[in-house]
């Protein structure tokens, strides 16, 4: 019951109604002399399932597969996702693309943080500002959007085009991974290795000769563009 205390807790944080994906069921178990016991039981959605085994003893082997089976429909989904991302002709079909999945892997992120005490918006605030600095090279959010000539009331990854996009998917994703896999707890490690990662993800574009993401031009507003 632990487990899906934790679950239970996971889901509400990340914004979703645990009532949605936590069911009451029972179980009619058979006794001697032919008669039944109904036992209490909790009826799973496919994410209270997901919710459950990530926060699980991976050292069980049955929680092991289930952390396997949902690793490897992540990777499915984002080779699915790599192919839709292909099929795009257009630039601002791309930025619009990478814009929806950083807003959604941003979410993911935000839930993960949650277990390393990053939960109220400052601290939200601040731990994102660590992944900026290490991918903008020591620029937090407003020192990008001084950087790209922004208001300070504009959301930056509105303006970024797909390539500045794609850079800070990765460094979401790549976060949530490592904050996940080292089951990191509390907010120092967490906002260092947000920072880390973002420094990994600036030096692969260096290593590649690719622009550094503070230096790419600035795109028109994904809003004012019209895009949907």
């Excluded at 069921?25 to 799973?44: C, D, F, H, W, Y």
Aim: aromatic letters at 8%; charged letters at 30%; hydrophobic letters at 35%.
């Amino acid at each position: 019951m632990e487990v899906l205390t934790k679950a239970w807790e996971a889901c509400k944080n990340s914004g979703n109604d645990p009532f949605d994906h936590f069911g009451k069921a029972t179980t009619m178990v058979e006794q001697g002399k032919g008669s039944t016991k109904e036992i209490p039981n909790v009826r799973l959605t496919r994410y209270a399932c997901y919710l459950a085994v990530q926060n699980a003893d991976a050292e069980k082997e049955v929680v092991a597969k289930g952390q396997t089976y949902f690793a490897i429909q992540t990777r499915l989904q984002e080779i699915q996702q790599l192919q839709e991302f292909n099929a795009l002709k257009s630039e601002d079909e791309k930025r619009m693309f990478l814009r929806k999945e950083l807003v959604e892997h941003n979410k993911l992120l935000a839930n993960t943080v949650k277990n390393a005490g990053v939960i109220d918006p400052v601290d939200y605030a601040i731990f994102q500002n660590y992944g900026y600095k290490g991918l903008y090279g020591g620029l937090n959010r407003k020192g990008i959007q001084l950087q790209k000539g922004l208001r300070v009331k504009d959301n930056i990854l509105d303006f970024m085009g797909s390539a500045e996009l794609a850079a800070n998917l990765f460094r979401a994703t790549q976060t949530d991974e490592k904050i996940r896999k080292d089951k990191i707890t509390d907010k120092k490690t967490a906002n260092t290795t947000h920072f880390q990662i973002g420094e990994k993800v600036r030096k692969t574009i260096k290593d590649i000769g690719g622009t550094m993401p503070e230096d790419l031009p600035v795109a028109e507003s994904i809003k004012r563009s019209n895009l949907k």
